[in-house]
C-alpha cells in the first residue's frame, strides 16, 4: 500500500508548513512493526523555467503550470517506488501483525497540483501499486496569504515593495483564474473515481484511475490552528477507505 497526499492552495496558504509537520506526525503514528517510507516532494523544485526579478514579471507566467516538469516529477514518484518497494520483516514475528510490508508515504505539495491531476490520478504514476490518494484543499483568505508570503524570508525595502506588487497584480489574480480552476479538477477526478468504484465493469478509460481518492477541505486563516489541521488531515488518511469529501474547520 502506498499513501500519496498532495497538497494545494494558494500562496502563503500554508502548503509546506502542513505538510512538512504532516510528514513527521505520520512516522511518529506508523503501525507497529512497520517502518515508514517518506518523501516529500514541493512542486516548486520543478519549475524548469529560469528565474526573473519580480520586478521584471510582467504576466502569469510564473503562476501556472507551463513551465513545471510534470514529467521529472512523475519520474521521481515511480524512482522512490521502485527504490523502496521490499518487504521489511515484523520486528516481532511472533506477533500477527496484518500485513509487513514497509509502509510508504509520498507527500506533494504545490499550488498547481490540479493541474496534473489526471497524472496524480493514474495507475502508471505509481507503476502498478495500490495507491490511496489524498487531496488537501487549502482555503486560505487573500490577506492572509499576501501577509505570510511577505514574511517568508527577510527582504530589503525595495525587494519587498516588488514582491508586494508582484502578488497584487499576478500572484493572486493568477490564483484565482488558474489555481482555482486547478483545484477544481480533483473534485472532478475524485467523481470518476467514486463512478469506477460504484461499478463492477467500468471499461474505457476509467481503466487507467486509481481505486482509492479522498478530499479533505481545510481552512489555514488562522495559524494558531495548525496542530487541529495535523491531527484531522492524519486520522482521515489513516481512518478511511472509499471516495468522500470531508471539511475540517479550524477552532
Same mark, same amino acid.
Given at each position: 500500500m502506498?499513501?500519496?497526499i498532495?497538497?494545494t492552495?494558494a500562496?502563503?496558504s500554508?502548503?509546506?508548513?502542513?505538510a512538512?509537520?504532516?510528514r513527521?506526525?505520520?512516522?511518529r503514528s506508523?503501525?507497529?512493526?512497520?517502518?515508514?517510507i $517518506?518523501?516529500l516532494i514541493? =512542486?516548486d523544485?520543478y519549475f524548469a523555467?529560469?528565474?526573473?526579478p519580480?520586478?521584471?514579471?510582467?504576466?502569469?507566467?510564473y503562476e501556472g503550470?507551463?513551465?513545471?516538469?510534470?514529467h =521529472?516529477?512523475?519520474?521521481?514518484?515511480?524512482?522512490?517506488?521502485n527504490?523502496n518497494?521490499?518487504?521489511?520483516?515484523?520486528?516481532?514475528?511472533?506477533e500477527?501483525?496484518?500485513?509487513?510490508?514497509d509502509?510508504?508515504?509520498?507527500?506533494?505539495?504545490?499550488h498547481m497540483?490540479?493541474?496534473?491531476?489526471?497524472?496524480?490520478h493514474?495507475?502508471?504514476t505509481?507503476?502498478?501499486?495500490?495507491?490511496?490518494?489524498f487531496?488537501?484543499?487549502?482555503?486560505?483568505p487573500?490577506?492572509?496569504?499576501?501577509?505570510?508570503?511577505l514574511?517568508?524570508r $527577510?527582504?530589503?525595502n525595495?525587494e519587498?515593495d516588488d514582491l508586494?506588487?508582484?502578488?497584487?497584480?499576478y500572484?493572486?489574480?493568477?490564483?484565482?483564474?488558474?489555481?482555482?480552476?486547478a483545484?477544481l479538477s480533483?473534485?472532478?477526478?475524485n467523481?470518476k473515481?467514486t463512478r469506477?468504484?460504484?461499478c463492477?465493469n467500468y471499461?474505457?478509460?476509467d481503466?487507467y484511475i486509481i481505486?482509492?481518492?479522498?478530499i479533505v477541505?481545510v481552512s489555514?486563516?488562522n495559524?494558531?490552528?495548525?496542530?487541529n489541521?495535523?491531527n484531522?488531515v =492524519?486520522n482521515?488518511?489513516?481512518?478511511y477507505?472509499q471516495?468522500?469529501?470531508?471539511?475540517?474547520e479550524e477552532?
Amino acid at each position: 500500500m502506498i499513501t500519496v497526499i498532495l497538497i494545494t492552495g494558494a500562496s502563503g496558504s500554508g502548503k509546506s508548513t502542513l505538510a512538512n509537520r504532516l510528514r513527521i506526525e505520520m512516522k511518529r503514528s506508523s503501525c507497529p512493526g512497520k517502518r515508514v517510507i $517518506s518523501t516529500l516532494i514541493h =512542486q516548486d523544485d520543478y519549475f524548469a523555467m529560469p528565474f526573473k526579478p519580480y520586478n521584471e514579471r510582467n504576466d502569469l507566467s510564473y503562476e501556472g503550470h507551463q513551465g513545471i516538469d510534470w514529467h =521529472q516529477m512523475k519520474a521521481h514518484i515511480q524512482s522512490f517506488i521502485n527504490d523502496n518497494g521490499n518487504k521489511l520483516d515484523c520486528q516481532n514475528k511472533e506477533e500477527n501483525i496484518a500485513g509487513c510490508d514497509d509502509e510508504r508515504i509520498i507527500i506533494v505539495e504545490g499550488h498547481m497540483l490540479g493541474a496534473a491531476a489526471d497524472m496524480f490520478h493514474n495507475i502508471e504514476t505509481y507503476n502498478g501499486s495500490h495507491v490511496k490518494l489524498f487531496t488537501v484543499l487549502i482555503d486560505c483568505p487573500r490577506d492572509v496569504c499576501r501577509r505570510r508570503r511577505l514574511r517568508r524570508r $527577510s527582504r530589503s525595502n525595495s525587494e519587498l515593495d516588488d514582491l508586494t506588487n508582484y502578488f497584487d497584480n499576478y500572484v493572486w489574480p493568477g490564483y484565482i483564474k488558474l489555481g482555482v480552476p486547478a483545484m477544481l479538477s480533483f473534485r472532478r477526478m475524485n467523481e470518476k473515481v467514486t463512478r469506477k468504484r460504484k461499478c463492477d465493469n467500468y471499461i474505457g478509460y476509467d481503466n487507467y484511475i486509481i481505486d482509492s481518492s479522498f478530499i479533505v477541505e481545510v481552512s489555514t486563516a488562522n495559524e494558531d490552528g495548525l496542530e487541529n489541521i495535523v491531527n484531522h488531515v =492524519q486520522n482521515q488518511v489513516t481512518r478511511y477507505c472509499q471516495p468522500f469529501i470531508i471539511r475540517v474547520e479550524e477552532s
